[in-house]
């Protein structure tokens, strides 16, 4: 929906529905990405190689940008291959991966994304 925010928890680990959205950590709208707290990006990364943050990563944004890249051969949205750190409200930290943003028969709009805790060296 182009017009309205889907909200996530990612301690609750799942999709928030009206009038229960209090302690949303990401939201989506589309193609657009904004955090409840901050959003780092730690660059292109293998997901699975990040385990742990060292120190307090440098907030930057609560808005993620363009997690994307557009292919001009099949004109479709690829994720980057970029990590990026949630800080939640509340201080906990996420690593997060947009692993798809197409429903089954290529229909846009359904972001698929990986997350799961972090701890602090």
């Not at 120190?55 to 363009?66: D, I, M, Y």
Request: aromatic share 10%.
């Amino acid at each position: 929906d182009g017009n309205r925010w889907r909200y996530v928890s990612l301690v609750r680990g799942r999709v928030l529905s009206a009038p229960d959205t209090i302690g949303w950590d990401v939201a989506v709208r589309r193609y657009n990405l904004i955090a409840n707290g901050d959003i780092v990006d730690l660059g292109s990364a293998r997901y699975d190689t990040v385990s742990a943050v060292q120190g307090e990563p440098e907030a930057n944004t609560s808005t993620l940008g363009k997690w994307y890249r557009y292919s001009l051969v099949t004109h479709l949205l690829e994720p980057s291959g970029h990590v990026y750190v949630v800080r939640t409200t509340a201080g906990r930290l996420f690593k997060l991966a947009i692993v798809s943003y197409y429903c089954p028969g290529l229909t846009a709009g359904c972001m698929t994304m990986r997350y799961a805790p972090l701890g602090s060296d």
